[in-house]
Each structure stands twice: as structure tokens, then as C-alpha cells.
């Protein structure tokens, strides 16, 4: 059952097995948020159990592209397209959020970007490619952890 994230009322729905629930759910606020202000377009999540399809897509870039194939358990996803843009997120039980940009006409912008909920550490398999993490500051999630890499291949 699909779930349209509300940034005003952050709720745990979805996420509550998470040991870092709080800062989980204020991490998926902060997407909805951003492309509430951005594109004015509501962000829906949907169990992981229900978008195999979804996740298959993910985790097919997340192999083919730097041989990763992440432990935590997946929890909801997101897919949505604004403008030309094909936007995908997962949101891991460990606190983990991985989105998929992927610009349909422009292969020079299009990348993979991971951001770490609060109180969460740096998943072992990115912390054996030696990612570099830049800190944000959110209202609604803390402070957030994040980096990315680019998109070299055709999905």
C-alpha cells in the first residue's frame, strides 16, 4: 500500500523496525520536502515488499556499476519522474536512503547518491570503496551524511 510522505508531520509509518526510526523517517520528510519546494510534486513510498521491480532496478546499478549489494533490508522505495527525470530511492532498515537520478535525455547527469540517517555508521560496503561523506544540516533529519558517484553505463 502506497503512502504519500507528509513533511509538515513526520511519521514512522513503514519505518518503525529501523534502529534509528526517528532519523530515518525525517530523512524520507527531507526528500518529500525537497521535491514538495522544487517541483511541487508529492513523494510516495511504497512497502519494499511490494516493488520488487523497483528495487531489482536498483540493485542492478548499484552491481553493474561498483559491485555493491548492500546487507540491511530494504524497507519502502520510491519511483517518480519530474520533468526529465527518473527519480528511485530505497530506504534501508539500518537508516541507509539510496536514490537513482537519472536524466532521460542527458547521460552527463545522471548518478547514484547514498545519505546516512543520524546515528546510523557508514555501511561496511561503502566503507570498503573508501566513499568520502560531506555533512548537511535538516530540521527534520539532523545532520545527514552523504556522497554519490556517477553513472557511467545505460539503464
Known sequence: MSYIVDFKNVSLS???SSPVADALAG???NEARYFMNKYKHEFTVVPASESKETLDYVNRILKEERG???AAKPLETARLQ???????FVFYEDGLGVNVLYTVDNPKKRAVGFKLSE???VPKELEEKKFKFA????KLAGTIRGTFFVIKGEY
Open 119 to 121: 546515528g546510523m555508521e
Open 27 to 29: 530523512l524520507r520528510a
Open 14 to 16: 513503514g519505518l518503525e
Open 68 to 70: 555493491l549489494e548492500f
Open 135 to 138: 555533512r548537511q544540516k535538516s
Open 82 to 88: 519530474v520533468e526529465n527525470i527518473d527519480w528511485t
